[in-house]
Each structure stands twice: as C-alpha cells, then as structure tokens.
Nanobody, 124 residues
Framework: QVQLAESGGGLVQAGGSLRLSCIASGRPLNYFNMAWFRQAPGKEREFAAA????????YYADSVKGRFTISRDNAKNAVFLQMNSLKPEDTAVYYC?????????????????WGQGTQVTVSS
C-alpha cells in the first residue's frame, strides 16, 4: 500500500505560480510512475503531467505544456508539480497518483493509488 498526500494548493492570481507537493508513505516511491491529474467543477478528471519511476521521462497534457513542470525526488519520496503562468482554466482539484507498471500511462484508471487532492484556484 502507498499513501499519498498532496499539499501546496491555494488561491493565486492569473499569471502567478504555485508548487504542488506529493509525499508518499508506505513504500519507496522509486517503484512507481507518478502523475498529476486534475478535476475542475462539473468536469471529468483529466491528465496533467506524468513522470517515469526513474525520472528519465516526463509527459504533459497540451493544455499545460510549457507552463507546468513535473519532477521527483525519490530520496525524499516526493513528487512535485511546478505551475507557472497560471490561468483561470487551471482551477481544479489536483491529485497525485502512483502506478507500479513498467510503462507510464496517461490514463487515470491505470493508477492504483491516489491522494486526497489539493485545491488550486486561479482568479482572473
């Protein structure tokens, strides 16, 4: 079992930045590919960013590419999402998720473990 806890969300003006953190416990995070998903009010959950267990490869949704950066520190059992140039449409609950598969998936159903989420609100 892996427990995931997100933090770092909050209220920010458009154009601002936030850094989300996801701290894992229960098992070493280096066994897992990690991802950030988000869900806006009234919308389905969507993929934002993912990173391979080794940190060697990263993946981004087109909507966040060039603005968001996913990274990980396996020694600290942590994954991060640096979000710059935030837009009102980035407003959502952000979830981190862990998947022990060999290959990185961009599909939420492939992820076995999820955090409780952290709210990000971007005002215009």
């Amino acid at each position: 079992q892996v427990q995931l806890a997100e933090s770092g969300g909050g209220l920010v003006q458009a154009g601002g930045s936030l850094r989300l953190s996801c701290i894992a416990s229960g098992r070493p995070l280096n066994y897992f590919n990690m991802a950030w998903f988000r869900q806006a009010p009234g919308k389905e959950r969507e993929f934002a960013a993912a990173i391979h267990a080794t940190g060697a490869t990263t993946y981004y949704a087109d909507s966040v590419k060039g603005r968001f950066t996913i990274s990980r520190d396996n020694a600290k059992n942590a994954v991060f999402l640096q979000m710059n140039s935030l837009k009102p449409e980035d407003t959502a609950v952000y979830y981190c998720a862990a998947d022990p598969s060999l290959y990185v998936s961009l599909t939420g159903s492939k992820y076995d473990y999820w955090g409780q989420g952290t709210q990000v609100t971007v005002s215009s």
